[in-house]
């Protein structure tokens, strides 16, 4: 019997084991739930993409096509550090669509019960509408699916960077039949509001989910405190891609700080995480003397990330853009005590001294914050205070993964008329 639900995904971006979760369980959770899958993607295999440290990911539920990304010969390596690397990963992006609609279209061809195309990021939007252009007579739906959008930023930028960026606003204007944005902090609902208001009808502006935490394992967390060399410390917490807008230098200053005006402290900045940025915050770890006060942990899969919060006691995130990532996400469900920078929508998640700390950035910010870690280690009936507060906000603003897919599968099986 043929399946009357399918649907084809058209991504740059492949499924990760230490990174971006939703990429795959998106899929996995339309198969799971009857959904005939095929998810197309062009990987971007280049040392400065997101995958040199990952293994590939194939599921056995669903069809997955992978393709490998355009790039020259030595392009990476050539232009790393100068301004037309810039322009050489747009050209990448661009290529990506015609590549994504190209493999597309002959998946379509080969499988006539698919109606629900599934575009990630603008690339994936882009060569959605080229299928649907191309197959006019089948009624296909364009699902567009961004993982945040840095709307403000979009908004106040000069002509030059929105020509640069012409993809991701090419996409939002196309009048898909549904756009699902992650509500990450960077206020991409602001952006489609502002420039394109008749498309605000058809989005869906979603927090992303985070699993319950599983009961803490003292044996397990003892053993990774133990291999790190991390006992009768406290621990601070930093988990992101490394990436340079992620601004764990930041993170690091603090330490830093702290280091100088509290030699004896017991506090000790623990990353996690991997990316382009990596070799520069070590090299500024050992400038600043800090090999005693900063430990670099490197990618860890998703499984195992929790044992990570259980053993910290407090977090810290200090984005460019907004701090309101999984990572963070992560850290009020396991009720941790949270530092991090007033920019984006983090302010709606974090109130100052009530539920964490967040702080406005100026010239003195570092220092603040470096203070009130400090301060925060000795936990005092402040600390106890914001603990109870956290909790509160995990119950009133989380939701499971479980709960945040069934939300987009009712959506999807609306358009598909089931």
């Known amino acids: 019997m043929e399946n009357d639900k399918e649907i084809l995904f058209l991504s740059p971006f492949d499924f990760v084991e230490k990174g971006i979760q939703v990429i795959l369980k998106t899929p996995a959770f339309f198969s799971q739930n009857g959904w005939g ?27 997955v096509y992978r393709y490998k990304m355009f790039e020259l010969f030595g392009g990476d390596k050539f232009l790393n550090g100068t301004k037309l690397k810039t322009f050489y990963s747009k050209l990448r992006s661009y290529i990506a669509i015609f590549q994504l609609a190209f493999y597309g279209n002959k998946v379509l061809k080969e499988n006539q019960n698919i109606k629900i195309l599934y575009g990630y990021g603008p690339v994936g939007t882009l060569a959605c509408y080229f299928l649907k252009w191309l197959h006019p007579k089948r009624s296909l739906k364009v699902i567009s699916r961004y993982f945040g959008i840095t709307g403000t930023d979009l908004l106040i930028s000069s002509y030059i960077k929105r020509i640069l960026n012409w993809d991701i606003l090419f996409a939002l204007s196309l009048p898909v039949d549904a756009c699902i944005i992650t509500n990450d902090g960077t206020e ?60 764990v230098d930041r993170s690091i200053e603090v330490l830093s700080i702290i280091a100088r005006e509290h030699p004896d402290t017991s506090l000790c900045l623990l990353i996690l995480g ?45 984005y ?45 910010y570092l220092k603040r914050m470096a203070k009130d870690l400090v301060e925060a280690s000795k936990e005092n009936s402040t600390i106890k205070s914001i603990q109870s507060e956290i909790i509160k906000t995990e119950k009133d603003m989380l939701w499971t993964w479980n709960e945040r897919l069934m939300a987009e599968l009712e959506l999807i099986n609306k358009l598909n008329g089931k």
């Open 320 to 364: 460019d853009l907004s701090n309101v990532g999984n990572p963070l996400l992560e850290a009020i469900r396991y009720n941790k005590i949270i530092f991090t920078i007033n920019n984006g929508d983090t302010h709606r998640w974090i109130k100052h001294r009530k539920n964490g700390f967040i702080y406005e950035i100026d010239e003195s």
């Open 37 to 63: 899958v095929h998810f197309i993607v062009v990987r971007d295999v280049s040392g400065v993409g997101s995958y040199f440290y990952e293994d590939v990911i194939t599921p056995k539920s669903f069809n």
């Open 188 to 247: 991409g609902d602001k952006l489609l509001r502002e420039l394109f208001p008749a498309r605000v009808s058809r989005l869906f502006f979603w927090v992303n989910g985070v699993e319950k935490k599983p009961a803490e394992n003292d044996e397990e967390c003892g053993r990774l405190i133990s291999k790190l060399s991390l006992e009768n410390k406290k621990i601070v917490l930093s988990v992101s891609r490394l990436a340079y807008w992620k601004r």
């Open 274 to 318: 991997e990316g382009a940025d990596k070799e520069r915050l070590i090299e500024l770890t050992k400038t600043l003397g800090l090999e005693d006060y900063v430990k670099f942990v490197g990618a860890v899969p998703n499984l195992e990330i929790g044992t990570y919060y259980q053993i910290a006691d407090f977090f810290i995130s200090t």
